[in-house]
Structure formats: C-alpha cells, structure tokens
C-alpha cells in the first residue's frame, strides 16, 4: 500500500530565514525572535525537494554574491536593542560561524536571550551595550568562556556544567546587579556565596535570594577554594 504524503503549501520555506524570501522588507531590528539558524544549502533543498525550492532558481554564484550586502542591510542587527534566539542549537559546529557573525553586530543589544543553544565558549564576542544576557542550559564550563560584558545587570548562568569561581574577578568592575549560578557544580564550592560576593561589589541577588548579613565573611577566606566532594569508593 502507497501512501501519499502531502506537504502544506508553506513547507518549502521551513529551512529559509525571512531576509532571504522575495518581497520581505522586514529588518532584524524589529523581529525579537527571529530564525537565525542556518538550513541546507540552495543544492541540497533543489535536490531534497525534487527541484521545488522557495528561493529564485537558476541564480548565478555571482548575483547571489551581489546581494550579500543587501542582505547586510536588512538583517540589521547593528540597531538591535532586544533579541531572543533561544532554542535553535546554535553551537553546533555548521551554525558557530554565522552565529559568531550576528553576536558581533550586536553593538547596541540591551536584552540577549540565548537559552539551551548548546554553547560553550563566547569569550571572542564583545556586547557593550548589554544590559541582561540569559545563558540558561547551555554547555559552559568556565566563567573565563563569557563574552565581554562591561555593561551587565542581569545575568544568568544556571544549568550549566561552571565549576569553578575563576574568571569571576573580570565582571568586578560591571555594574552586575543579580547572577543566577543554581545548578552548577560551583554552588557546592566552600563559602560560596561569600567568595561570590566579594568579587562582586555590586551584586544585589544570587541565584535569586539577596544579600545577606552572613555573605560577607571576608575573615574566612583566606585559604585556597575548595569544593565540597567526596569520593566513593
């Protein structure tokens, strides 16, 4: 027995960002959750799709050359101030480059959602302007893997695989005002919340619960950290 399989009239557009279909005028700056996410290439969706692509056919490797800038230009990230692109696994090898490119356009972005993207070293990427950056479920192991941060109030780290306090000391002079660290292999370092706060001056609230009279204990943290493990045999 056959069975037909019918694909909706929309489902030639499924692997295509939106400044790459015809007659879109839309630019990056007013999208907050756009698909950033980079899908097969024109020969591989000609040939999966059986020649039935959404993208114009029969372009030449020189007219699509020809349009880069244009595309430059609608995508727009330059003037971003909000950005959501969480959940598209952007820390997959095929997707790093593309991903890096769009993170160092992001100039003037205050608001960064990067949410369970699978990603585990930003420290090439610069974000000057950012304000509160979310980098919940992803794979860092180091604080040192952050991307520059010299403007963060808001930033969380949970469910992450951070184990350790070193690379701390470079948010010191942010005006950081609340991080989130819960579910990380850290929290179980000795005086943990002391040593947090210590290198923190400006924080307000970690892993959302504020300051408290018995986080700053500077007298007990003069011997080397540690963290709280035991080994079963």
Not at 7 to 18: A, D, G, K, Q, T
Not at 24 to 31: A, K, P, R
Request: proline residues 6%; contains cysteine.
């Amino acid at each position: 027995m056959t069975v037909n399989k019918m694909r909706l009239p929309s489902s030639r557009f499924r692997f295509v960002s939106w400044h790459r279909l015809e007659q879109c005028d839309v630019t990056g700056d007013q999208l907050t959750c756009p698909r950033v996410r980079e899908g097969p290439s024109e020969e591989e969706l000609f040939q999966r799709e059986g020649g039935d692509i959404c993208l114009e056919r029969g372009r030449r490797r020189g007219e699509e050359r020809g349009q880069r800038w244009e595309e430059r230009l609608q995508e727009n990230w330059e003037n971003c101030l909000e950005l959501n692109l969480s959940y598209q696994d952007l820390g997959d090898p095929f997707q790093q480059k593309n991903f890096l490119r769009i993170l160092c356009r992001l100039i003037r972005v205050e608001k960064l959602q990067l949410i369970e993207n699978s990603l585990t070293d930003l420290s090439s990427v610069r974000l000057p302007r950012c304000r509160m950056l979310n980098l919940q479920c992803n794979h860092l192991v180091c604080l040192r893997q952050l991307p520059k941060l010299p403007a963060v109030e808001h930033l969380c780290l949970s469910e992450n695989a951070i184990g350790s306090l070193g690379g701390l000391g470079a948010l010191g002079n942010s005006p950081l005002r609340s991080l989130n660290l819960t579910r990380n292999p850290v929290t179980f370092t000795r005086d943990y919340r002391a040593r947090v706060f210590l290198c923190l001056p400006n924080l307000e609230v970690l892993d959302g619960i504020p300051r408290l009279p018995e986080d700053s204990l500077p007298n007990r943290l003069h011997f080397p950290e540690t963290t709280r493990m035991c080994n079963i045999l």
